[in-house]
């Protein structure tokens, strides 16, 4: 059974730093490529990170450039480090996997994406 784990949110102040974590199982993830996504409350999910199958490409909202990095340490494990933390930083983040293909300006939309995990709460206090 293919489940994504998110981990490592918590409560931290403005200016601190989290890594987020998503461990894959039930398969090899080596030919997926991996995003992460987040919903503060009353919002709608916003795409936040995505990674290339291979490692080599990474993609970013605007919002979150410079600040949080995103990932690979295997075929199975993405990490977003998360620095210079705001307070509209905080909800629920999630990761989330799909199948490689040759398109790649769909790696910022949630639609796509064929797995999620069940998200991780982080919480900026100003």
């Known amino acids: 059974q293919v489940q994504l784990v998110e981990s490592g949110g918590g409560l931290v102040q403005a200016g601190g730093s989290l890594r987020i974590s998503c461990a894959a199982s039930g398969r090899s993830f080596s030919n997926d490529d991996m995003g992460w996504f987040r919903q503060a409350p009353g919002k709608e999910r916003e795409f936040v990170a995505a990674?290339?199958?291979?490692?080599?490409?990474t993609w970013y909202v605007d919002s979150v450039k410079e600040r949080f990095t995103i990932s690979r340490y295997n075929a199975n494990t993405v990490y977003l480090q998360m620095n210079s933390l705001k307070p509209e930083d905080t909800a629920v983040y999630y990761c989330?996997?799909?199948?490689?293909?040759?398109?790649?300006?769909?790696?910022?939309?949630?639609?796509?994406?064929?797995?999620w995990g069940q998200g991780t709460q982080v919480t900026v206090s100003s």
């Open positions: 990674i290339r199958w291979s490692g080599t490409r």
């Open positions: 989330a996997a799909k199948q490689s293909g040759v398109n790649m300006s769909t790696m910022t939309r949630g639609e796509v994406y064929n797995y």
